[in-house]
């Protein structure tokens, strides 16, 4: 077998999943090569060289990509922060070493404006009404205050006031419930506005889902659709998250959707990606440059945000059951032939146990955070490949131990004949894990899944008649 080293940037368990899809290659002898926030105890276990760059700063990156250059074949990119900062183009430049992940150019995550502004220009259809608050447009607070309010007096106070900078789901409010009336609004609004460009926009009602696509810069190949759960706790209540977990049906769609959801979805991704590849070949957006994030609206899909990278979890809702070699997958991005995605036609749900004191659970704790993962392992040998256990916000210690830190500890993947099948593997991971850990109950639940087909039957009734077309 054709050895391959691959130079893996990681954060979260969805770099564990991309590890794991290497790894199970039966074309390639692969070798990962991983920069990690911390000591995670699958890459740390998996790797040839493993190194702990808590920032993932892109020259510690670099230095590390330097040390092992003589064996990289690729790297792969997982978390949005080096991905905006340029790291592809950086090693790439100096190392020539070719990176999956688009560019700091075509990293559109990188600014929530530009993407309105984009929308704008190529796929109106698919923006809510919105306006972008330059810091430098505005002498006073007066001023700006004024400029929101005239423009909520257009649209309404039923808004979304989001930061232009990523801020990992942070400083995003929502009108009705981080605000109940303008001058909390504004309050909000002023504590993004301080440091960074505000875009207030419609708030969209509606079900949503998650589009990812691989791309080798001449095209782009789908992947199934997927449902994240964003709320910490379970019907969708409490804080937003990174997400708590999430599901893939057997088919393609998610059971809300029609097959006519997911063309207009297609269609709208389409001409995106046209306008930025312009004729040929743009190999600036290898990789995952558009992981889109789909409400489903009595007017038909809206966007709420685009990414530069595999949604984490959704990517482990894909990883585990795709047919095609993952390594080959990789190099025909990179050459630029990428080939039609197979998938197996089996449902998958994620959930992920996270810390006591995340999405705010607990206020407080203090206690030991050790967590031990043996119990889950051991179900492989009742369900084989069909449960995969991904550590995210994990570290292996001196002691040998594994404990969970702040964020999103561990992920459990079921892998199942229909969702409920999918839903039981997984939620028998998660009470199989000992340690100081909670988890959301209802991901691809039969009565949420239920409650969100009620939803859009009642949107799309509503809606009827309104729905643009196609252009
Ligand atoms: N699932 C949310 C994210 O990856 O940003």
Redesign the pocket.
Known sequence: MQKVGVLVVSYGARAAAVIDALKRSEEYDVRVYVVDKQRNPFNAELAEAHAVIPDLDVDAILKFAERHKDVLDFGIVCPEGPIIEGVRDVIEECLKIPMICPTKEFALEGSKARQRLLLAEVASEANPEFKIFRRFEFKSVTEVKEALWRFLDEIGDDVAVKPDRPAAGKGVGVFGEHFHNREQLFEHFLSIFETSDVVVEKRLEGEES?FQAFCDGRRLEPLPETR?Y?RAFDGDFGQNT??MG?YKDVSDLLPFMEPSDRERELALVEKIFKALKGDGRNEGLIGIPFYVAFMHTAEGPKILEI?SRP????IQNILPIMRSDFVELCFRMLEGSLQRIECERRATVVTYAVPLTYGGYRTKYTGDSKVDLSGAYKLKEKYGDDVRIYPGAMELRDDGCTYALRSRAVCIVGVGEDLQAAREISLDGIRNIDGPLWNRWDIGAEWHIRNSVKRMRKLRAHGEGIIRPIR
Request: proline share 9%; hydrophobic share 0%.
């Open positions: 998650s994240d964003k990174g997400g999430s990414n949604g984490d979890p959704e």
